[in-house]
């Protein structure tokens, strides 16, 4: 730039001749130095000095070399240029691509987190469509089991009921064939022995010679025999103490036969209702009949215990004796001693029974039935 500047002082004091010389110097440094736009600047410089100098030939040989260079720096610059942009489209390409990636990555990664979390829900769906459904099939389960119970249960009460309608007809049946054949031991046999014993005393007053042989005295004895024990029958068959007087009454006849018997006998009654249902009284002391009939077979005893306690809805029986007792489980699979049909009568009252006896030590039993 000192030589331009000498050199346009020179051309300016119109002595281009030296310009040109300081300038063809100055050519030869830049060559080494590879500055082309400064010697594009000098090539245009020597050319407008040989101009004004008049050479003209090297006026314009200077300007086809200031064309030439200028061509190639404007080639190299858009050369570099090009590549800049190149370069620059390369990278803005890889970035692109990178880019491209790292949105495809992060679609493929949001992808396989909706899959993940549609896998998750489809799971949780299914293990509650599991839970649902296994929860509904053990309610359904239960509910049939529950039905099948109730159903069971209902059979059960039906076969109960069934069983004490026959048992109730059967009672009834029973009572009514037992009142049927006292009423007619009592009515009919009864006042036909009477008759026979009326008939035999005048035959016996009038035929002397029967004494002889010593008939009359068993004779008469035998028709006595006959009609005290078609009395006991008919008592025992349609109590007339029961009747009169109640179950109470029929009871305190019980304590009286069993002390006949030879029974040391002790019977209590604690807030006993007057009047009882007939049905109720007619089976508590048929209920009792049974029990003290197995005493008498079974027990061994010498001593019984009738109690009878009024509640306020229902009635406590007491059954004690000094007997010999007995295993509950092994009399009622075999049931020598009637148990299964005390339980059913006690059964047909609505009632409960409870056995408390044991071998050696006697039974108690307590029954306790709705009034």
């Not at 010389?21 to 050319?47: F, G, M, N, R």
């Not at 970035?95 to 896998?119: A, C, H, S, V």
């Not at 509950?328 to 006690?346: A, C, M, P, Q, T």
């Amino acid at each position: 730039s000192t030589t331009i500047a000498l050199a346009n002082i020179y051309e300016s004091a119109n002595q281009p001749e030296k310009g040109i010389v300081y300038l063809e110097q100055a050519v030869e440094k830049l060559k080494t130095v590879e500055k082309p736009s400064h010697l594009i600047d000098i090539y245009t410089t020597l050319a407008s000095m040989n101009a004004a100098a008049e050479n003209f030939q090297d006026a314009y040989d200077y300007k086809i070399l200031q064309a030439s260079l200028q061509d190639s720096v404007t080639s190299e610059n858009m050369k570099r240029n090009i590549a800049e942009i190149e370069i620059e489209f390369e990278t803005e390409k890889k970035e692109r691509k990178i880019l491209e990636q790292k949105l495809e990555l992060e679609k493929q990664t949001q992808q396989k987190t909706q899959i993940r979390n549609g896998l998750i829900a489809l799971s949780l769906i299914a293990i509650l469509v599991f839970i649902f459904f296994r929860y509904r099939l053990r309610s359904q389960k239960t509910i049939a089991e529950q039905t099948l119970s109730i159903q069971a249960q209902k059979i059960t009460e039906l076969q109960q009921k069934n069983k004490l309608l026959a048992l109730n007809s059967m009672i009834e049946g029973q009572e009514a064939e037992r009142l049927r054949i006292a009423k007619d031991l009592h009515d009919s046999l009864g006042g036909l022995l009477s008759t026979v014993k009326a008939h035999f005393t005048t035959i016996q007053n009038e035929i002397q010679q029967i004494e002889d042989f010593n008939l009359t005295e068993k004779t008469n004895k035998l028709i006595d025999e006959a009609v005290v024990e078609v009395r006991r029958i008919s008592h025992n068959m349609m109590p007339q103490a029961l009747s009169i007087s109640g179950l109470q009454g029929a009871i305190e006849d019980l304590g009286l036969q069993l002390q006949q018997e030879g029974y040391q006998t002790n019977i209590e009654f604690i807030n006993v209702p007057d009047t009882l249902d007939p049905t109720k009284e007619v089976m508590l002391y048929r209920l009792l009949q049974e029990l003290l009939n197995n005493i008498r077979k079974h027990a061994h005893a010498t001593e019984i215990t009738l109690q009878l306690i009024g509640h306020e809805n229902e009635l406590t029986v007491l059954v004690e004796d000094n007997g010999q007792g007995f295993n509950y489980e092994d009399e009622l699979s075999k049931d020598g001693i009637g148990l299964s049909s005390v339980n059913s009568r006690v059964q047909f009252l609505d009632g409960t029974i409870d056995w408390d006896t044991e071998l050696g030590r006697g039974t108690a039993i307590s029954v306790c039935v709705p009034l």
